[in-house]
């Protein structure tokens, strides 16, 4: 061990310290644990409702939509998919109509999201179908030729309908008949419930097939869109522009990033000016390591004295005092890592914050620590420390002996 760590440590040790010195740098060590364990804490969860937001958007949509710049639709689907599909980078592709309608049941009503599917293309990327409660993803029809509907758990609950129960759905896009414009109506078979873990969906989305859909819309073997999985979610910007060439004209598309970019960007800013605001917290406690290390060069003054007339050069007599202020900031980072991730940890296990899903989008908070973070808080918080004991170093480097040993 080196003379300057020797002596740091012997300080820091020392049982002769006055009481109040051992409080400050005990008070000190506790703002830099707590300041780094909130930040750790807050960027965790940060990071954690990003994610779940993220992966539950992406596992019931699309990464790239295919979309005709006509209202017409797309009738060659079949044809567009097969040369679609060989496009690097495309995971999956299918067919898709959209339609808003009316569900009834008994004597309740919703008005909820109608998407029509292939079962079987839709199968290999939609998280939807794959997450299914009660009842299956079979889409025949049952011996009176009624259709089958897949519903969320939210929507079924709320109309106290399950697997098996019939239903009425109604389309806005009717037949037009002398007295006006009447909306279509079909009764459908409730084949199965799906839970995605995503209120939106849950509450508001059925799935029927294809055919039934475009029946239900009166419109002929069309496609309001293709939607696309890509294999890399970063190169999806890339992919939809090699897409929109391999269409040809008349189509154009939009990705994920851009369909959800001002949510993503709330995210961003929150967790940028949540690191500032909470980074305040270890700065103070950087200055709380400032007045321990001012205390105790005034309590050691003598014995700075005593070291440089022994020939301790002054820059041996400032490396004792950044030693000592960076043992106090690492033992507080230290403890702060620890007691952030596993806070982190427990609350995202036992998923100790629930949140109201009709806002948040799901029901509780998840917490996603990241080594990345680790590594620039632990960074950041011994800069801090390490600049805060510039000045109290300096100053022991520049006492003279012969003025504090004058008169011993």
Known sequence: MSFEWMVALRYLRSPHRPAVLRLVTLLSIV????????????????????????????????????????????????????????????RSIAPAIYNTVLLSSGGSARGIVLKGIDPEMES?????????????????????????LLVGKILADELKVGAGAYVTLTSPQGTLTPFGLLPKSRRFRICGIFDSGFYDYDANWGFVTLSSAQRLADIGDVASLLEVRVTRLDDAERIADALKQAAGAGYTTTTWIEENRALFRALSLEKLVTALFIGLITFV????????????????????AVLVAMGARRAQIRRIFVFQGFVVGAIGT????????????????????????????????????????????????????????????????????VEILRFE
């Open 334 to 401: 230290l403890s702060g890592l620890i007691g952030g991730y596993g806070l982190s940890w427990i609350a995202n296990a036992w998923r100790l914050i629930p949140l109201n899903p009709e806002v948040y989008a799901i029901p509780y908070v998840p917490f996603r620590s990241s080594a990345f973070d680790a590594i620039w808080i632990a960074a950041a918080s011994l800069a801090i420390c390490s600049l805060a004991t510039l000045v109290p170093a300096r100053a022991a480097s520049r006492i003279f002996p």
């Open 285 to 304: 406690a950087g200055l709380n390591i400032l007045v321990v290390l001012t205390m105790t060069v005034t309590d050691k003054a003598r014995d700075i």
């Open 31 to 90: 703002g830099v644990g707590a300041g780094v364990a909130t930040l750790v804490i807050a960027l965790a969860m940060n990071t954690g409702f990003r994610q779940a937001l993220r992966d539950r958007l992406l596992g019931v949509t699309a990464h790239v939509n295919l979309k005709p710049l006509g209202t017409d639709g797309i009738r060659n689907y079949t044809d567009l998919i097969a040369r679609l599909e060989k496009v690097p980078g495309v």
């Open 124 to 148: 290999r990327s939609d998280e939807a179908l794959r997450r299914i409660v009660s009842g299956s993803v079979n889409f025949t029809p049952d011996a009176d030729g009624i259709q089958a």
